[in-house]
């Protein structure tokens, strides 16, 4: 399988993992609730979109962490909710480094 195509892959599945995780969220209107939802998505789904075709010569384990941590830092640091952003973030980089890892070679 080529990058472009599991990174599509990765991206859709990551991003609706972290849709569905924040359905029970209580949030102060439907409005805000949703644009949080739709932020997760495009957040996760670029990791997962990114994850497989950037290796930047390492282990794609340790290439995923690293964009993982990455991408989601900008959104920890605005909604100050860092422990599970980050956590999220990191293990979806690793579990896609390793699909990328045991796909792609």
Do not use: H, Q
């Not at 900008?74 to 045991?102: C, D, E, N, Q």
């Amino acid at each position: 399988m080529d990058v472009v195509s599991l990174g599509l892959i990765c991206g859709l599945v990551f991003g609706l993992f972290s849709s569905l995780i924040m359905i029970p969220m209580e949030v102060e209107s439907r409005r805000k609730k949703y644009e949080a939802i739709s932020s997760a998505f495009v957040d996760r789904f670029m990791i997962g979109l990114i994850v497989p075709s950037a290796t930047f010569g390492l282990d794609p384990l340790i290439s995923g962490l690293i964009i993982g941590i990455g991408l989601s830092l900008p959104s920890a640091i605005i909604t100050r909710a860092y422990t599970p952003i980050m956590v999220v973030g990191a293990v979806g980089g690793l579990i896609i480094g390793f699909v990328t890892k045991s796909v792609v070679g």
